[in-house]
């Protein structure tokens, strides 16, 4: 075949039509053009090397040739064959799969990339090649059939461009045979990762010199309360050694909060602290004493709060006047030392009011209560101070401290602001009128990232999308999700039933809210059938790759390569579910469980304005639902009412 160069050769997708007449393009549809063969192909590279690289074009050519034929007889397609998908759409996949091949045969990674780049060029020539001829018999562009071909079946181009974040225009018309410019490469990146494409798959129709050499567009957007958390973490400051001392005041305390026989002290109705049955293994009694009772139960809001007392007290060590105070609880009744605190918390904040400086006071009242307040009914930690006090000092010491910051937290309360935004990682898909199809994207663009077969890498991505999966058809917390069990006998979290479908159970003094909306219904869901695919592979081949083959070694159902052959909960579910989502769920910069979670209520509220659905997915109250996603009320509820009655509302 002789490709006619008596023309100027067009670029990616010039206009194909020859006029604007209805009749020419109605011809031009139906005018085929003419296949290529991988002898044209071949003879093509010869003369381009020659032109190029006449010196050793020879010897260059002899090694693009013996990679293409290698890899056309791993297909089993002829060497004389027409060019098909191969260089095509399944250019990717196909060239995928003959590398791992490779490498499971033993071949070194520098045959193995030389291999890669060497098909690329066989490629990047045949679309060059396939570019021209259609230009010179008006046919459809390679980019207007590599887009067409991936488009799904039944959903609007309309529907396509606003989910992929692209200009609804531009694609039209891409699809119509116009060239993009450079600033639509872009858009074009963002279409190959709505569509799940390799990266290449549409962008290697233009040519290299109009790719830009980065793109900040398909970037996420940067966090400020995460850049603002990395630079503190530069400068820690909490308490990480505590005095044995010290340690036997705090395992006081823990016993005055969760103790249900309180005689000889007073404590407020809400004041008790109860332990979990959900007890992480990682978190030991000597990793987290401080969580523990001296029974060795965890509690959790024993954790929680502990976080003011260490931060208080590091600080207090480090950065206070006063750096070889004892420690003790002692030091709460010190106005002068919280107020130092606290304006130092303020600066590192940037000078704003949150929830942590809130918190923070909101303890300290907590325990210097005149008459439920742990430190005026515990006289005898006045000793632990440095001067001399007596009981009536003391009891006077926690009331003027009570007293002065019961006024300072409610002019804190008026000024309190966010220190995040829960939105930001997810914030331009929560503009989507139906946030789920992300989701659904995003699980898409996992499963097409599957690695080399029998690898621990193909077992560590099949967990990954069995999670991913488990939380849009179940969004739990991250705790809820760390200690899900797995028993074969079906005694387990998950179990499968005689019908075949897989339910989730989990006890109501599992959740978080155990003493709230958990405590009024049991958690007992049948999963989608959808996921039962995912599921069972990663019970029945991945999740036995992880143990090691020891299936006993733990009920846990979600496992890492370490915590399952220690029995531990994987500990680090949540930065794994904010890498994958940060990778995988577009525009996103990295989102936990508690995230989808908010992104999955909001598009319950956004499809059907109802708060119960969206309580009864998140076992929640409806309240608190409706208090935390009232602002969909005025914008999306006009957009459901117009959607209501569409015979009135017409375009």
Known sequence: MNICRSYTPATLNDSL??????????????????????????????????????????????????ALNLFLSDLGCAADAIVGVELRTSFYKLVTRHLEKMRSQGRSDKTIRDRKSSLKKWRALFI?????????????????????DALPQGISLETIAKQAGIPLGSFKRWRSGQKPSSRSVPSLRRLEMFLALPAGQLTDFVTASSLPRTDPSLAAPS????????????????????????????????????????????????????????????????????????????????????????????????????????????????LDLIGAYLKWYLQRSGG??????????????????????????????????AEDCSPERWLELCNIACTKLRDQVKVLKKMEAKSRDPNGPVASILKLENPMLALQDMLHRIRASRPTPGTMNEAVWGRNLCLMSLIVCSPLRANNLRHLTYRADGTGSLSKKSDGSWELYIPRDHFKNRNGAAADREYRVVLDAGIY???????????????????????????????????????????????????????????????????????????????????????????????????????????????????????
Not at 21 to 35: D, G, L
Not at 43 to 52: K, V
Request: aromatic share 10%.
């Open 352 to 385: 704003k009011v949150n929830g942590g400086h809130v918190r923070f006071i909101q303890f300290a009242l907590s325990l210097l209560h005149p008459h439920t307040g742990y430190l005026p009914q515990k006289t005898d930690l006045r000793l632990t101070l």
């Open 17 to 66: 039509r020859g006029g604007n007449s209805k009749a020419k393009r109605s011809k031009t549809r139906r005018r085929s053009v003419e296949a290529i063969t991988y002898p044209d192909l071949r003879r093509e590279m010869q003369n381009a090397l020659e032109a190029n690289k006449p010196g050793n074009s020879k010897q260059v050519f002899n090694n693009l040739n013996s």
């Open 128 to 148: 060059l090649l396939t570019k021209e001829h259609s230009a010179y018999l008006r046919g459809q562009s390679p980019l207007v059939s590599a887009i067409n």
């Open 533 to 651: 695919r995912d599921l069972e592979a990663y019970l029945k081949t991945y999740r036995p790759m992880l143990l090691k083959g020891n299936n006993a070694a733990t009920d846990f159902l979600f496992v890492s390569r370490c915590s399952g052959v220690k029995n531990q909960p994987w500990q680090s579910l949540n930065r794994q579910v904010e890498s994958l989502t940060g990778k995988y769920l577009m525009n996103c910069a990295g989102a936990g469980p508690q995230v989808m979670r908010h992104l999955i209520a909001t598009a319950i509220v956004k499809a059907t304005g109802q708060y119960s659905t969206a309580a009864l997915v998140l076992h929640d109250k409806e309240e608190t639902v409706r208090k935390a996603y009232s602002h969909l009320c005025s914008e999306d509820g006009h957009l459901l009412y117009r959607k209501l009655f569409p015979e009135i509302f017409k375009e």
């Open 223 to 334: 966090i400020p309360y995460r850049e603002r958390l990395k630079k503190q973490r530069t400068t820690p400051y909490r308490l990480k050694v505590a005095t044995e001392s010290f340690k036997e005041q705090w395992a006081d305390f823990v016993d005055y909060k969760t103790t249900p026989l309180l005689l000889d002290l007073r404590r407020s109705d809400r004041g008790q602290w109860t332990p979990t049955a959900l007890n992480p293994k990682s978190a030991t009694t000597d990793t987290k004493w401080f969580a523990f009772t001296r029974e060795h139960q965890y509690v959790p809001s024993a954790a929680i709060n502990w976080t003011h007392v260490s931060a208080y007290l590091g600080w207090v060590a480090q950065y206070s006047a006063q750096p070889g105070r004892r420690q003790s609880l002692a030091l709460f009744t010190d």
